[in-house]
Each structure stands twice: as structure tokens, then as C-alpha cells.
């Protein structure tokens, strides 16, 4: 079958188009208001000879709200990817039109979509996206924090140590921030963020276009106090304030940013100066007052 209208050109150097081979349509679905489908989404999924889904149940009351029934409904998520991704490749080869979905908004985005383009990509295989809801952009457009550079991070990793990888990379990041997460881990996500960045502003985006959205703007200390007392429901998007002008500028010179205030202040000493005076450097550099340096060599000797 040809889709009309959905026609896209595409090179590929390294491989052209499979002579018969159908296309790859990734077709974005709401975020939670159902009228956030598009008419292209609805029509794409009435036209094509199969639909993945992540989850297929899910994805079945989608499907019939807006009176479509696919031909082939198949599943295709983080577990059965491995299978299930060369057997649908194979289908798109034969000359079937393949959309896929996730659960909610642009497929391949925090799901295992992005293994299905590449992996199509790799067969020389159109894809083609059908753009619509997206939490994160959602999110952002509406947080009042600056939208030129950001930075998508999608959820943090599980263990203590990862998350801190993952973070001290991110604190040199331009821009503004933009993480997933469930509503049992927001308010440890916001201790993780305060602990890599500080008290920066934060927006948490809930529940959007959903009948209890909610936006909760304020800096992490007051963001996690109002959490405290409205447990979290519903699904979120953390957005953070990126770096300021002062932490760039501070972080320009950084050349210390690896070492601890003992090795901080040992370099100096090193280098011939008193330890007084070498406190009073690593001090000025970190822009801390000597006396919090004092009290850390203090704390930690
Ligand atoms: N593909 C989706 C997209 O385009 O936004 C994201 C899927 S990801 C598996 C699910 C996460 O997205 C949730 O845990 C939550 O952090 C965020 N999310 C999805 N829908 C949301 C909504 N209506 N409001 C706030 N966050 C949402």
C-alpha cells in the first residue's frame, strides 16, 4: 500500500530504498488530552498495514476512540525489542507501511523506538515522523525558564553513583534542563538536583494537558517543601534553570573543578605560597570565604 501525501525524500549514502519496501511512520499520540491527536496521526494509523505499540492494550482504547482498527497490531517495547524489531524491519522490506507508537507523545523519546529507526535506518528504510504532543517540550515552552539551549535528560539512572555521573556532567551543561520521573522518586530526584547544582530554580511540570495539570515553579528547597506537604501524583517533567552567569563564569577558570578544598589549598602550597595565603586563593577562586574553607580543612583534618 502507498500512503498519499506522506512521501518523503530521503538519501542515504551508504544504501538506497529496497526496491517494494514500505515505510517506517513514527506517530506521536497524546500526552493525555485525547484531542491533542493530530488529523495526520489519526490518518496514518487508519492507512497503515501495521501498528507497533509499546503497549498493545493501551494503545487498543486509542485505537478505538477514533475508530481505527489496524490490520496488524504488534508489540514492540524494551523486552521483546531484540526479537520483535528485525521481524517488523522484515515486514517494511516485504512492502508494508509500519507506525509505531508508544504509550504517550513522540515515540522514541525515553522508549525503545530510537533502536527501531536506527536499526530501519541501517535497512535503508524511509522514516517518516508525524510530530505531535511531547511531555518535555510541553513542559518547557510552558516554565518560564529560557527555551533557547536546553538540555533533554530524560530519566536519571537508578544507582546513586550513575546519577551523580550523570549530574556533574550536566552542571556544565548550557541551558535549561529537562528530566522525566515518576511521582515515588520526584522529591529524591530534587535532593540529587540540589546536591549537583544547589538551589536552582526549578519548574515541576504534572500531569499535563491532563484535567490536574499543574505547575509548580519555585527554587528546589521551596519545590521540594510544597511536595512534602501535596504528595506527588500523576506523571512529571522536572525542569531545571541552567548554569548562571556567575557559575559560568566561575567554572571558565575551573581548572580546580576536579580537585577537593584539601587539594585545592595544597596546590598553592605547592606552588610556594603560605598556607594562609594558599586558603585565601582556593577560597577566592571557589568564591567562598575563607572561613568556609578554613572550617572544611578544619572538619576534615
Ligand atoms: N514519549 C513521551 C513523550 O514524548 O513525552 C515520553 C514517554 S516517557 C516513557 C514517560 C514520562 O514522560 C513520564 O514518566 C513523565 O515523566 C513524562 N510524561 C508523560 N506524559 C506526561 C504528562 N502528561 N505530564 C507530565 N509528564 C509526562
Redesign the pocket.
Known amino acids: 500500500m502507498t500512503i498519499s501525501c506522506q512521501s518523503s525524500f530521503q538519501n542515504n549514502i551508504h544504501g538506497s530504498k529496497p526496491e517494494g519496501c514500505g515505510s517506517l511512520f513514527l506517530v ?1 499520540t497524546p ?2 488530552n485525547l484531542e491533542d491527536m493530530t488529523y495526520r496521526a489519526v490518518r496514518t494509523l487508519q492507512e497503515c498495514d501495521i501498528i507497533a505499540a509499546e503497549d498493545t492494550r493501551q494503545t487498543r482504547k486509542l485505537l478505538s476512540h477514533f475508530e481505527i482498527s489496524p490490520s496488524m497490531l504488534f508489540s514492540y517495547h524494551e523486552h521483546n525489542k531484540a526479537a520483535s524489531g528485525p521481524e517488523l524491519i522484515r515486514y517494511i522490506i516485504e512492502g508494508k507501511n509500519l507506525a509505531l507508537v ?6 522514541a ?3 525503545p523506538g530510537a533502536d527501531l529507526v536506527a536499526l530501519a535506518i541501517s535497512h535503508s528504510i524511509p522514516v517518516i515522523p508525524i510530530p505531535g ?4 517540550l510541553s ?1 518547557l515552552i510552558a516554565s518560564g525558564l529560557p527555551t533557547t539551549t536546553f538540555t533533554f535528560s530524560g ?1 536519571l539512572p537508578r544507582e546513586r553513583k550513575d546519577i551523580r555521573a550523570v549530574l556533574s556532567t550536566l552542571a556544565l551543561a548550557q541551558g535549561t534542563l529537562l528530566f ?3 511521582p515515588h522518586r520526584v522529591l529524591k530526584t530534587l535532593t540529587h538536583l540540589q546536591e549537583a547544582f544547589g538551589n536552582r530554580r526549578v519548574v515541576l ?6 484535567r490536574y495539570e499543574e505547575f509548580v515553579r519555585g527554587t528546589i528547597e521551596e519545590c521540594s517543601a510544597w511536595l512534602a506537604e501535596h504528595p506527588p501524583l ?4 522536572i525542569v531545571v534553570e541552567g548554569e548562571s552567569k556567575e557559575e559560568a563564569d566561575l567554572a571558565g577558570s575551573a581548572w580546580w573543578r576536579e580537585l577537593s578544598i584539601e587539594e585545592h589549598v595544597a596546590h598553592y602550597e605547592t606552588s610556594g605560597s603560605e598556607r594562609k595565603e594558599a586558603m585565601k586563593k582556593a577560597a577566592s577562586d571557589r568564591g567562598l570565604s575563607k572561613r568556609d574553607v578554613y572550617n572544611t580543612l578544619l572538619i576534615r583534618e
Do not use: M, Q
Open positions: 506521536a500526552i493525555g508508544s504509550d504517550a507523545g513522540l515515540p523519546i525515553s522508549d504532543a511531547n511531555a518535555a513542559a530519566f522525566y520521573e515518576s511540570a504534572r500531569e499535563l494537558t491532563k500523576g506523571e512529571y517533567v
